[in-house]
């Protein structure tokens, strides 16, 4: 069953960005998903898009290999949006010339609309003071047979054109971003008065599609779910538990790498709060045996991810007739772990390029195109107590990849108790809902310092406080001075073994949230 069966599709060409174009249209109840770049033609045109958009991207249509979607894609009359790379890269498949511009444009200019079709609908032709955002080096020189110019700024004569008869626009600016204030807009011409959608994905439609799925997927066969406490886990659990009932049983796996009263606090809920049947199991003997020794973020994440499908194989044989694995995987989880023209993938999440490439388990992943804000919108309309729903997001490979460097039981304890100060004061202030996530990281340096007139030489932790909508992107939360200094002064004072603690001031892109 095709839970989708109207959609958007984006073709990504490695922008930073792409992820957000996703997000916008999904804002618009129309659903949209991502595949690379040179996605077969034959299986884009299954999939029947009402549209296609081709993302910006880092590359020049005139490099020696630059990444190119198949050609053919332009005559199939579906409608295609192609933004900055994308737009140069229609140019040139049709027979335009794309050169590097005199005078590059990075950042906010003025757009004057030449033309109020299609995209520029309800615009004002002519008007100068159109915001929107430029990041780009190349400009489209002479535009291809059939082409217009719909839209210009001042370094970009053809800032927007479209083809006379076949549905094909591009723009060289980037709709997807805020500081693009004309965005939205644009795109929703795009989406409804360009490609003809309908709003009709929301969050109910999607539990009841996820649902009916769920039910012809596992018929009267048995699902266990990996079951952690999050917000993902929680809903995945509470939408496959309406699907199959009783089939279900939820598997929670202490792997020694929980933060404080974790384990406790977790069973105590789901056991008194709903319905779920969960088993606990304890695997902390395993994995911090296997961690020993290990410093290498991927590493860590592949032999986490490796144990976690080890226990589920095992707690199945002893249910009897067990043939699927629920777990939460995320779209981000799923775009993070993919690699962009073969190169190195951002980080491989432990239930995506940390799974063992051979299961005996058959995945079950009702959230893997969802965004987490979406996520916790399943939630509220399933009925989940906002406990749940708005807890922060937690790792699944828990402290191990809070922890840089070896992972011990000495190293953890000292981690554990900076992060019971860190959500305390966090709380107590009052910003624990309003940020995305905080908490402790115990870096693997020690500086001196002084306490009690003597000299220490101990660990540093460091503080990361983000902001985020569905943590693709995410920037540093401004947390005041004074909270910052409470929570410095009790982990020095409090946590022996620590002398120093630094505020981590990067957004992401390009660093991550977490630090491994």
């Known amino acids: 069953m095709d839970l989708h069966e109207e959609k958007i599709v984006v073709l990504d060409f490695g922008s930073q960005t792409t992820q957000l174009i996703a997000r916008r249209i999904r804002e618009q109840k129309v659903y949209c998903e991502i595949y ?113 110019v719909t839209g210009a700024s001042d370094h970009s004569p053809a800032a927007a054109i479209r083809h006379r008869e076949k549905p094909l626009i591009g723009v060289q600016f980037h709709p997807e971003v805020a500081h693009t204030l004309i965005g939205s807009d644009i795109l929703r011409n795009f989406v409804f008065g360009v490609c003809g959608c309908d709003p009709s994905w929301t969050m109910q439609s999607f539990i009841d599609t996820t649902v009916a799925a769920i039910k012809k997927k596992v018929g009267n066969n048995k699902v266990i779910c990996a079951l952690s406490g999050g917000v993902d886990s929680s809903v995945t659990a509470a939408l496959i538990h309406r699907a199959v009932g009783d089939h279900l049983t939820c598997i929670f796996v202490d792997n020694g790498l929980m933060r404080s009263g974790e384990t406790a606090n977790v069973l105590d809920f789901f056991r008194k709060k709903t319905g779920l049947k969960v088993i606990c199991v304890d695997g902390k003997k395993l994995f911090l045996d296997r961690l020993a020794g290990v410093a290498a973020p991927e590493k860590k994440r592949k032999i986490i991810g490796y144990g976690f499908i080890e226990i589920f194989e095992q707690e199945a044989k002893k249910l009897g007739d067990v ?194």
């Open 323 to 516: 043939k699927f694995l629920g777990q939460g995987t995320l779209y981000p989880d799923v775009i993070e772990s993919v690699s962009f023209r073969g190169m190195e993938v951002i980080k491989s999440h432990h239930n995506v390029g940390g799974l063992p490439e051979k299961m005996k388990l058959d995945l079950i992943e009702p959230l893997r195109d969802l965004f987490k804000d979406e996520v916790r919108q399943v939630g509220l309309e399933l009925g989940l107590p906002e406990e749940a729903i708005f807890r922060q997001p937690f790792p699944g490979p828990g402290l191990g990849i809070r922890i840089l460097g070896d992972v011990t039981n000495e190293r953890l304890d000292i981690l554990r108790q900076a992060d019971v100060i860190v959500l305390e004061e966090m709380k107590k202030s009052g910003l624990y809902r309003k940020v995305w996530q905080s908490f402790a990281v115990l870096l693997p340096i020690q500086t001196v310092g002084v306490m009690g007139d003597e000299r220490t030489y101990e660990h540093v932790i460091a503080l990361r406080c983000v902001d985020s909508v569905d943590a693709m992107t995410a920037d540093w939360s401004r947390i005041p001075y004074d909270i910052l200094g409470s929570i410095s002064s009790r982990i020095i004072n409090e946590v022996r073994g620590v002398n120093r603690v630094v505020y981590d001031i990067s957004s992401k892109p390009p660093s991550t949230i977490e630090w491994e």
């Open 36 to 148: 690379p770049f040179n996605t077969d033609l034959d299986k884009i045109l299954a999939i029947k898009p009402r549209g296609i958009i081709l993302s910006g991207g880092p590359c020049s249509v005139n490099d020696e290999d630059p990444p190119e979607s198949d050609p053919a894609l332009l005559d199939s009359g579906i409608p295609i949006l192609g933004i900055c790379y994308g737009a140069q890269l229609i140019t040139k498949q049709m027979g335009g010339k794309v050169e590097k511009a005199g005078k590059r444009e990075f950042g906010k200019a003025e757009l004057t609309v030449a033309d109020t079709d299609g995209i520029f609908a309800g615009f004002e032709p002519g008007r100068a003071e159109y915001q929107v955002w430029m990041s780009h080096g190349d400009r489209i020189e002479e535009m291809p047979a059939g082409f217009k």
